[in-house]
């Protein structure tokens, strides 16, 4: 259940589905029984596959400055790229951190196999490892096949700023492309020139503000 598929099921006349051996099997509000869609199409594609990034030596410092704004305990949400894999990594010190994310990156399946990530102390969703989907290596759709603890929602639930604040003490990790003196934030254009699509960070932004 990609972002804003379940609502466009929910809307649309007809449902025309591909159904791939390939895919993992995630928990979460992702099941559609065949008696609720029109066509099935069969195709065994391959996956395509992020390799795992390896983050620059800037990189990795500015990872270590972020991680030590983390605190154990602190429900994480974390962006793409070189800087939040490094952030990631200098996370394996801490305790007992909650996940409520948009995009499950192969770094994340290796904070909740080391035991940092545990969402124990989530405010709710507790114990539970939330995302919208999932871009990564083989080792990380392996992970999220049939894993009970990771859980998929669609992505109004996971994005609306109002959810994101329930959990006490969130932290939300994103990179930018440029920031002024005031603090002003650019993620999405370098002057006039779209850079990126807009994604889930400002609701994050806000939701953490309020959290």
Do not use: W
Not at 62 to 91: E, F, H, K, T, W
């Amino acid at each position: 259940c990609l972002a804003h598929e379940r609502s466009f099921f929910n809307a649309a006349k007809r449902v025309a589905v591909q159904v791939n051996p390939n895919l993992p099997r995630t928990r979460g509000d992702t099941a559609i029984h065949v008696s609720q869609v029109d066509m099935i199409v069969e195709a065994a594609t391959p996956l395509p596959y992020l390799p795992k990034s390896q983050p620059t030596e800037t990189d990795q410092a500015i990872g270590r400055y972020v991680a030590s704004l983390v605190n154990d305990g602190d429900c994480i949400q974390l962006g793409i790229g070189g800087i939040p894999d490094a952030a990631a990594m200098s996370l394996m010190d801490k305790h007992d951190l909650g996940l409520h994310t948009e995009q499950f990156t192969s770094s994340m399946a290796e904070l909740i196999d080391a035991g940092v990530i545990t969402g124990a102390r989530k405010t709710y969703d507790q114990g539970m490892h939330v995302g919208v989907f999932a871009d990564g290596t083989h080792e990380l759709y392996q992970y999220l096949h049939n894993n009970p603890k990771c859980i998929m929602k669609p992505g109004p639930e996971v994005l609306n700023p109002h959810n994101i604040a329930r959990q006490d003490h969130m932290v939300s990790i994103n990179t930018l492309v440029e920031i002024d003196l005031t603090g002003q934030v650019c993620a999405e254009s370098i002057g006039p020139v779209q850079y990126s699509g807009s994604g889930g960070g400002f609701c994050f932004t806000l939701g953490t503000y309020f959290a």
